[in-house]
C-alpha cells in the first residue's frame, strides 16, 4: 500500500469539501432557503445521481479490472469510450428537448409552473454528466498508472467555478444566480476535463487512445467489451443501493417529525468526512495495485497490500469512531449551533450522529474487502450483498423509526453496514480475515483504543459541561 496516494486522495478530498463549505456559505447567503435555491439543488441533483451511481464507482470497478485483462487496451478503451459518449450525448440532448418531464420525475410535488421554471435549469445541468464521464474514463486510466493527484484535487475545480459565480452575482436576482450557478456547473467539469487531458498527455497515455481509435474496426475486442458490460450492470445495482437507501430513509424520515430530515441531512454530512478522508480515499489508491497483482496471479502481493491497508484503516476509522461518538454534541454544536439552530437541536443531531458512527467501522472496512470481489471480477456476488445490505437497512428503519425517531433510522443504517461487511468477509473467505487479525497489530491496538476512547469521554464530557453550562 502506497501512503503517498492515500495521502493525496485524502487531500483533495479534504479541499473538495473545505471549498464546498464555503461554496455553501455564499450559496445561502445569495439564494437563502428559497424557491430559486429549491429549484437549483433539483436542477443539480439530476446529473448528480446519475454520476454517483453511473460514471464513478460501477464505471471504475468494472473498467479497470477489464483494462488490466485487455490484450488490446487502447482499442477497448476506445470502444468503451465510444459507446458510452453516444448514449449520454444522445441523453442529454433528449433531457435539453424535454427537461420539463425529467425534473417532474425529481419533483413530484411541485406543480406545473415549478417545474416549467427549473425544467431550463435542468437541461444546463445535465451536460455536467457528459463532461465528468470524460473525467471518469480519464481519471480510470491514470489511475492504472497509478497516478492520483490530479483527479484528487481537480474535485475542487467544480466548487471553485461555483464560488466565481456566486462572487459575481452574489447581488444579482435569485433568477440570475441559478442560472449563472447553472452554467457554473458546466464550466467546471470543463476545468475538470481540461486537468485531465494535460495528465492524460503527462503520461503519455493518449498515444494508447490514437492508436486504438486508429485500429478500432478490428473485431478484436469483442469478447473484452462483452465481458465489461457483464461486470458493469451489477456494479450498478451494487453503487445504487446507497442512494436507494439513502432515499428511503428520506422518504420515511418525513412520516416522523419536523426536523428529522435535517437531523439526519446535518449528521451524516459529519459522518461523511472520516469515511472518504480514509477509506474511500484508501480504497481508490489500492484498486490498481490490487487489480494487476490479482491479474497477474500474485495473491500474496494482494493480500499483503490488503494485510496493511486493514490495519490502517481499522486504527484510524476507530479513532474517528471513538472521537466522534464522544465529541458528538462539541462537533454539532460548533458546525451548526447558530440563528435558527437551537441547543436541543444540536443534541438531537449529535444523538443521529452518534448512531450514524457506529457503522463508520464496518462500512470503510467493507468498502476494503469489496476491492477484492471487483478487482477478480466477481461483480455479481458484489451485488447480491449489497442487496443484503439494502434489505437490512430498510427492515431495520421500519422497526426502529417508532421507538428512537431520526435516530433510529440512522443505527438502521449502521446495521446495514455490519451486514455489508459480514457477508462480504463471507465471500472474501474468514480465513484470511482472521490471519490478519493474528498480526502484532491487533494487541497494539486493543491497548491504545480503549485509552483513546477515556481520554476522547474525558475531553467530550469537559467540553459539553463548559459548553452548556
Known sequence: MRLRSVFTNSF????????GLFRDILMASALGASVWSDMFFVAFKI????????????????FMPSFIASRHKGVFS??????????????????????????????????????????????????????????????????????FATTALSTALLNLSMIAALWLYIKKDPQTVAYALSVAVVVGGFLQVIAHIIALKRFRLDKILVGGWRYRRKKTVEAETKNFFKLFFPSVLGNSTPQIASFIDTL??????AGAVSYL???????????????????????????????????????????KAFWFLTFLLTLATLGGIFL????????????????????????????????????????????FLYASQRHK????????????????SLLLMHPMRSAGLALAGSIGGWVLFFFTLKEMGFNRFFAILEEKY??????TMPLAGACFYGIGDWLTGLIYA
Request: net charge positive; no cysteine; charged share 10%.
Open 442 to 447: 491487533s494487541i497494539l491496538y486493543l491497548v
Open 252 to 257: 420515511l424520515a418525513t412520516f416522523i417529525s
Open 265 to 307: 441531512f446535518y449528521a451524516n454530512r459529519i459522518f461523511q468526512l472520516p469515511l472518504a478522508l480514509f477509506a474511500i480515499a484508501t480504497s481508490v489508491a489500492l484498486f490498481p495495485s490490487v487489480s494487476k497483482a490479482l491479474q497477474n496471479r500474485n495473491e500474496a502481493k494482494a493480500y499483503a497490500s490488503l494485510s
Open 12 to 19: 483533495g478530498i479534504l479541499l473538495s469539501r473545505i471549498t
Open 47 to 62: 446529473p448528480n445521481l446519475f454520476r454517483r451511481i453511473f460514471a464513478e464507482g460501477a464505471f471504475t470497478q468494472a
Open 78 to 147: 476506445v470502444a468503451i469510450f465510444v459507446r458510452f459518449m453516444l448514449f449520454l450525448v444522445l441523453l442529454s440532448l433528449l433531457v435539453s428537448y424535454f427537461p420539463d418531464y425529467v425534473t417532474k420525475a425529481m419533483a413530484w410535488g411541485w406543480n406545473q409552473d415549478k417545474i416549467a421554471l427549473t425544467a431550463p435549469l435542468t437541461a444546463i445541468n445535465f451536460w455536467y454528466l457528459d463532461l465528468i464521464f470524460i473525467v471518469t474514463f480519464i481519471a480510470t486510466l491514470l489511475q492504472y498508472k497509478e497516478h
Open 328 to 371: 458528538a454534541k462539541p462537533i454539532v454544536w460548533l458546525l451548526f449551533e447558530r440563528g435558527k439552530f437551537t441547543a436541543a437541536e444540536s443534541f438531537e443531531t449529535a444523538y443521529v450522529l452518534q448512531m450514524y458512527l457506529i457503522g463508520l467501522l464496518p462500512y470503510g472496512l467493507a468498502k476494503l474487502f469489496s476491492l
Open 381 to 396: 456476488k458484489a451485488a447480491k450483498i449489497a442487496f443484503y445490505s439494502l434489505l437490512a437497512t430498510v427492515a431495520s
